[in-house]
């Protein structure tokens, strides 16, 4: 038999109910999986899994024939699937102020990572040192936060990263925000602890707070490079 197949015959089991088709059984198990990893942690027993599902390991493995392949997928479905392409353009849309974009950007992320699974299993992966934790965060590094300083750049009226490259001091800033987000998400489902009930009220301070101090903070960490200051020779 082909794996990832089934025999359904007149596609019913012999108490009459109705088989999975292939594709459907596949997606039985990935959100099984995800909601399994999100609660006992990546320590889960394939076993347990399909205990739980009810279904046999054999049958599993023959959608996902080890652990790490199915953890593969829950990474992609939990993970990539939820980064929005428009999130890219969104960020470097010099149309609008940088105040706008942000807050529509982390409105919108909030609402796509603040749940049960996600906090969990990013939580458990960074624990059991799955490389969910790295490859994700190399995601955020390369398609927000260096966007972000160069914004950042360009309202502090400072050379742009073609002239002068970014350091990871500036990549920092950008993560204290970031990582500001994401913690009430830590809060709220592993410490369960509240979180602001007016949210979308709450990312527009914050980042009106952090876009207040983050440009000032710059031209004072590349003092040569701010607007009016002087040549490296010394000319007027």
């Not at 609660?39 to 076993?47: A, D, H, K, S």
């Not at 987000?181 to 952090?210: A, C, E, K, N």
Request: glycine content about 8%; charged content about 25%.
């Amino acid at each position: 038999m082909k794996a990832g197949t089934e025999q359904t015959g007149d596609n019913t089991d012999h108490q009459g109910r109705r088989r999975l088709t292939p594709a459907e059984r596949e997606k039985q198990i990935v959100d099984g999986a995800i909601r399994f990893f999100a609660e006992v942690g990546f320590e889960g027993q394939t076993r347990e899994l399909a205990k739980r599902l009810g279904i046999t390991q054999p049958l599993l493995y023959r959608y996902f024939p080890s652990k790490d392949s199915l953890i593969e997928r829950v990474y992609l479905e939990v993970f990539v699937k939820r980064w929005q392409p428009g999130w890219d353009v969104l960020i470097v849309d010099r149309s609008r102020s940088l105040h706008d974009r942000l807050t529509q950007f982390y409105r919108e992320y909030t609402r796509a990572i603040f749940n049960y699974e996600w906090v969990r299993i990013f939580m458990f992966a960074g624990l059991k040192g799955v490389n969910i934790n790295e490859r994700y965060l190399g995601i955020v590094r390369e398609k927000l936060l260096r966007p972000v300083c160069t914004e950042l750049r360009e309202m502090a009226g400072l050379p742009s990263p073609e002239v002068v490259p970014l350091t990871e001091e500036e990549l920092e800033l950008a993560w204290d925000l970031h990582g500001g987000m994401y913690y009430m998400g830590i809060r709220q489902w592993i410490y369960h602890l509240s979180v602001p009930d007016d949210l979308d009220g709450h990312i527009d301070r914050v980042v009106g707070t952090f876009l207040r101090g983050a440009p000032e903070t710059l031209r004072e960490h590349f003092p040569s490079l701010a607007p009016n200051a002087p040549s490296s020779s010394g000319a007027n």
